[in-house]
């Protein structure tokens, strides 16, 4: 998977912005006073014009998005995702989804980012928060490259959305030159083999079956940052034997059904993996779809029903069994 990437995704969003910025002036930025923590400061240095600060207002931040979309042009909304996802709520509820404007929200140092800052700013449960608003869409990209084809997809549509992305650098799950991609649609890799990793509408279901034949066969389940250390199990757990498929779901909602329900009638088990709290979020949606289509057994692994320590990301991941070792052992001990 290369060097450790320094990249964070937030900074892939605004690199992907700036290289469209220059030739759609529609494109518009807007931020709460958080254009450092969301690495737009050379965005809003290139194009004051087409940035718009806020200040500490979260909103307001949405709502002038939402009057700026009405007049034709393409707001990217910024703030931290505790804040947008819970201060400015009814916003994104009237003023985004239900008025069906074209506002992007984008929740920067979204789950335990701001781990040593606790509680206030966790965003554990923006994915159950924003799932649950008709006609918004929910996004968690794994890495840079993957954010970086997220925006330019959503840079052709004028639907809402809400894009949750991590502070931290993520090491590269895929590459410049190998990054799959369909929006809504699962990445699938077989085996931890990212290099062979397709868009589940491109995947030989039958040659996946031919794989699951082998013997144990599970199916690995993440989105956003829990998918590199889940990519990691999944190669661990090859190599004794225990085959897998590894569904990239970077699309929450609206979530590909499709390739859930088709490994799961594979899989003996399914592990899913999210940086949220255990309710009503990422791993409760693939069981809600499993249970309805074909019954398999759903193990939800996820930051606890409670208040979440104190501690550098890392090691809060690694305290709750949120790595690759813990997901390798949740596999072996449930199968």
Not at 281 to 301: L, R
Request: hydrophobic share 40%; glycine share 6%.
């Amino acid at each position: 998977m290369g060097e450790p990437n320094k990249i964070p995704n937030r900074q892939a969003i605004c690199e992907t912005l700036m290289a469209h910025a220059k030739d759609d002036r529609d494109i518009i930025a807007l931020c709460s006073d958080s254009r450092g923590s969301a690495s737009m400061t050379p965005f809003f240095n290139a194009f004051p014009e087409q940035s718009v600060e806020v200040g500490i207002a979260e909103q307001n931040l949405v709502s002038i998005s939402a009057g700026l979309a009405k007049c034709g042009k393409k707001p990217f909304c910024f703030s931290p995702a505790c804040f947008i996802s819970t201060r400015s709520y009814e916003q994104a509820k009237i003023d985004v989804a239900y008025s069906n404007t074209n506002v992007k929200l984008i929740g920067i140092s979204g789950g335990i980012s701001y781990g040593e800052l606790g509680m206030s700013h966790h965003s554990a449960q923006d994915i159950a928060a924003m799932s649950a608003i008709p006609n918004m869409r929910v996004y968690l990209p794994s890495d840079r490259f993957q954010t970086a084809k997220l925006i330019e997809c959503l840079l052709q549509d004028e639907k809402p959305a809400y894009v949750r992305v991590g502070r931290n650098p993520v090491e590269d799950i895929y590459s410049e030159n190998n990054c799959p991609f369909e929006l809504d649609e699962a990445t699938v890799i077989i085996d931890g083999d990212v290099a062979n990793a397709k868009p589940s509408s491109k995947i030989d279901w039958k040659q996946v079956k031919e794989v699951a034949n082998k013997g144990e066969f599970v199916t690995l389940a993440a989105c956003g940052e829990m998918v590199r250390p889940m990519v990691l199990a999944a190669q661990q757990l090859a190599e004794e034997g225990i085959h897998t498929i590894m569904l990239d779901i970077f699309a929450v909602k609206p979530m590909d059904e499709k390739a859930a329900v088709e490994s799961a009638k594979l899989s003996k088990l399914i592990v899913t993996a999210e940086e949220h709290a255990p309710l009503g979020g990422f791993g409760s949606a693939v069981a809600q779809i499993v249970s309805a289509n074909c019954p398999t057994k759903v193990i939800v692994k996820a930051l606890p029903d409670d208040h979440v320590i104190t501690g550098k990301s890392k090691a809060v991941f690694d305290y709750y069994g949120l790595n690759e070792e813990g997901f390798a052992e949740t596999v072996k001990k449930n199968l």
